[in-house]
């Protein structure tokens, strides 16, 4: 008989709402803070923005807000960030963690294909780890650039976890977990695709930077539970292999040697002047 899973893990990110614990989803955010590199990757994403000129800046898949407080700190008086998500209960978090920024950020639900803002409404636009997520991440590239006016800049920070790395004592139960969890999430190597969609778009002078971000044991545990669990329902994992697997992190962890994460794409161009290219119209249709 299948066991009841847990039904909040990191694949759930694409229907928060119809989740069965979004509360956790809050929390995998919150904990994702402590991956090492991450918060660095993060600043050079807002540095790439050029947000100390910009009077208005779009989040697409702003989540608890995090980075829109971030964005409101880099630009100048008087500028106004909006932050734009498809989930209710992340905008209500949102709302609640930018409270004490008032009118400087705006928020909206909205679906990143189809954002709720006119053409040209912004002088910078990014995606924070969101395009992995969606189905049809050339449409959210091509939104983004409509609806940054020519001049702005467009940016957009995803993980590849094709190219995921672990040190564990057992490589073959390895191989299993992280190739199925690539396989299994909505866009699981959009990193190495999102330089090619931005071209795509018509968006020019794009810049790609590659990183390695190191995991800690602890996020490592959450960012897969919920898929072994999965595995084990399905019969590609049994229950006594991945008890020993997860055996077989505990040693280097109390060692100081755990060594696990993957590269992160830092992609960002600038919006053509002019009308939008026939390349844009292709991006659509992909």
């Known amino acids: 008989m299948a066991r009841a899973l847990n039904r909040s893990g990191p694949a759930e990110f694409g229907a928060v709402d119809a989740s069965s614990d979004p509360d956790a989803l809050i929390g995998f955010l919150d904990a994702a803070t402590s991956v090492t590199g991450l918060g660095e990757a993060k600043g050079r994403l807002l540095e790439q923005l050029a ?5 208005t800046a779009l989040d ?3 989540g608890t807000g995090a980075d829109l407080a971030a964005m409101a700190r880099r630009m100048p008086p008087g500028a106004q960030v909006s932050g734009v998500d498809a989930s209710e209960t992340m905008i209500a ?4 963690r930018t409270a004490n920024l008032g009118a400087q950020v705006s928020l909206r639900v909205g679906e990143a294909t189809d954002l709720p803002y006119p053409d040209n409404a912004f002088d910078a636009c990014l995606a924070d780890t969101v395009l992995q997520h969606v189905r049809d991440r050339a449409r959210v590239v091509s939104e983004m650039a409509r609806v940054t006016r020519p001049g702005g800049r467009v940016a957009a920070l995803e993980f590849d976890l094709g190219t995921t790395f672990l040190d564990h004592p057992d490589s073959q139960t390895t191989q299993i977990i992280l190739g199925t969890f690539t396989d299994a999430a909505v866009q699981g190597r959009i990193g190495r695709q999102v330089p090619r969609l931005f071209r795509l778009a018509g968006l020019a002078g794009v810049s790609v930077t590659p990183t390695a ?8 545990q959450i960012l897969h539970q919920h898929h072994m669990d999965r595995l084990q329902d399905q019969g ?3 229950a006594q292999e991945a008890s020993q697997w997860r055996a077989g992190l505990e040693g280097p962890t109390q060692a100081g040697n755990f060594l696990g994460g993957a590269v992160i794409f830092l992609t960002a161009a600038t919006k053509r002047a002019g009308p939008a290219t026939s390349a844009t119209a292709a991006c659509c249709q992909q």
């Open 213 to 220: 971000i190191l995991g800690n044991a602890a996020f490592w």
């Open 236 to 238: 590609a994992l049994t």
């Open 60 to 62: 697409v898949g702003c």
């Open 93 to 96: 978090e949102a709302r609640q």
């Open 51 to 55: 947000l100390g000129q910009a009077r």
